[in-house]
């Protein structure tokens, strides 16, 4: 059966086909007020999901972290190259 | 271009955004504010007992004027202990090991403190320069040394912040070097220096909790002397 059309505009991220990506993109807010709700908005997402739950435990916070963990890496990436090349420590 | 060990201490930038900004932002991140149900969640119990727990601890030897430095100690001790804590994940970084902002944190609060005490009362402010049951012929240089301590405050706290978690991350960057060099070679040693580096790093998350809560007490007694 096939999908009630929806609006480009109204669809989430995984709904939207790779063709139709450029067009997905023009349709969404990227003034500051935007880039806040959309921050606060994935914000929600996540703590309801994984913290806001009636016997919520250690996941949530430690995929937080983990997440801390890679983007900080990613941001140290020019420096511990160094440590990689570097023949004496 | 010469490296050195202190180089995991200079503020990384990648793509124009400093990580010591991600790194002071993050703590805000992690204790979300209780909903108005009845019973919220478990992290969100655990969280509020604990801040009770600890304000009510904190605010014991207060009398009632300093009460209303209750909400700044209390954010300023969860902000301290979760960056440091934070600090000993990989790869993050630290921003208590940078002494402006510790320093930043110290001045300020000790000069409210001072300021506190000199504008309600002056005479008690002033009196604390000169101790109990001082010899007469020792007053004179009793004052100028604990006005010397006085005004050293700041500084003290600033810099036993800054000098216990820089230490502390040297010593186990260096141990962990040691321990990679060495296995290959030896590798009983690079076991026991394992071992060293593993107690270590308990001792770390130590000192990481025990400064922050050290910071916040130093700064409660120099408002109750002065409140």
Do not use: C
């Given at each position: 059966?096939?999908?009630?059309?929806v609006?480009?505009?109204?669809?989430?991220?995984?709904?939207?086909?790779?063709?139709e990506?450029?067009?997905?993109?023009?349709?969404?807010?990227?003034?500051p007020?935007?880039?806040?709700?959309?921050?606060?908005?994935?914000?929600?997402?996540?703590?309801?999901?994984?913290?806001?739950?009636?016997?919520g435990?250690?996941?949530?916070?430690?995929?937080?972290?983990?997440g801390?963990?890679?983007?900080?890496?990613?941001?140290?990436?020019?420096?511990?190259?160094?440590d990689?090349?570097?023949?004496?420590? | 271009?010469m490296?050195?060990?202190?180089?995991?201490?200079?503020?990384?930038?990648?793509?124009?955004?400093?990580?010591?900004?991600?790194?002071?932002?993050?703590?805000?991140?992690?204790?979300?504010?209780?909903s108005?149900?009845?019973?919220n969640?478990r992290?969100?119990?655990?969280?509020?007992?604990?801040?009770?727990?600890?304000?009510?601890?904190l605010l014991?030897?207060?009398?009632?004027?300093?009460?209303?430095?209750?909400?700044?100690?209390?954010?300023?001790?969860?902000?301290?202990?979760?960056?440091?804590?934070?600090?000993?994940?990989?790869?993050?970084?630290t921003?208590?090991?940078?002494?402006?902002?510790?320093?930043?944190?110290?001045?300020?609060?000790?000069?409210?403190?001072?300021?506190?005490?000199?504008?309600?009362?002056?005479t008690v402010?002033?009196g604390?320069?000169?101790?109990?049951?001082?010899?007469?012929?020792?007053?004179?240089?009793?004052?100028?040394?604990?006005?010397?301590?006085?005004?050293?405050?700041?500084?003290?706290?600033?810099?036993?912040?800054?000098?216990?978690?820089?230490?502390?991350?040297?010593?186990?960057?260096?141990?962990?070097t040691?321990?990679f060099?060495?296995?290959?070679?030896?590798?009983?040693?690079a076991?026991?220096t394992?071992?060293?580096?593993?107690?270590?790093t308990?001792?770390?998350?130590?000192?990481a909790?025990?400064?922050a809560?050290?910071?916040?007490?130093?700064?409660?007694?120099?408002?109750?002397?002065?409140v």
């Amino acid at each position: 059966m096939a999908d009630k059309p929806v609006a480009l505009a109204q669809r989430k991220l995984m709904d939207v086909k790779l063709g139709e990506l450029p067009s997905w993109l023009g349709t969404r807010d990227f003034t500051p007020n935007g880039l806040l709700g959309s921050v606060r908005g994935g914000y929600e997402r996540y703590y309801n999901k994984y913290i806001n739950v009636r016997k919520g435990g250690i996941g949530g916070v430690a995929m937080f972290l983990a997440g801390y963990v890679a983007l900080s890496y990613l941001w140290e990436y020019d420096h511990i190259k160094h440590d990689r090349w570097r023949k004496y420590h | 271009m010469m490296t050195s060990f202190f180089d995991q201490f200079a503020s990384p930038s990648y793509l124009g955004i400093p990580l010591i900004a991600i790194a002071i932002a993050l703590p805000w991140v992690l204790y979300p504010t209780p909903s108005s149900r009845w019973i919220n969640n478990r992290l969100i119990t655990i969280q509020g007992w604990f801040i009770n727990r600890f304000t009510n601890q904190l605010l014991l030897p207060l009398n009632v004027g300093g009460h209303k430095w209750a909400l700044l100690l209390a954010s300023l001790m969860i902000f301290l202990i979760t960056i440091n804590m934070l600090g000993l994940l990989p790869y993050t970084f630290t921003p208590t090991t940078q002494l402006s902002l510790n320093m930043g944190f110290a001045v300020p609060l000790w000069l409210a403190t001072v300021i506190i005490g000199m504008r309600n009362q002056p005479t008690v402010a002033l009196g604390h320069l000169l101790p109990e049951g001082t010899p007469i012929p020792l007053i004179p240089v009793l004052i100028i040394i604990e006005t010397i301590s006085l005004l050293i405050r700041p500084l003290a706290l600033g810099v036993r912040l800054t000098a216990n978690l820089t230490a502390g991350h040297l010593l186990i960057q260096l141990i962990a070097t040691a321990v990679f060099v060495l296995l290959p070679m030896m590798p009983t040693v690079a076991i026991l220096t394992a071992t060293v580096l593993f107690l270590l790093t308990l001792l770390e998350v130590a000192v990481a909790m025990i400064q922050a809560y050290v910071f916040v007490l130093l700064l409660s007694l120099y408002l109750q002397e002065n409140v």
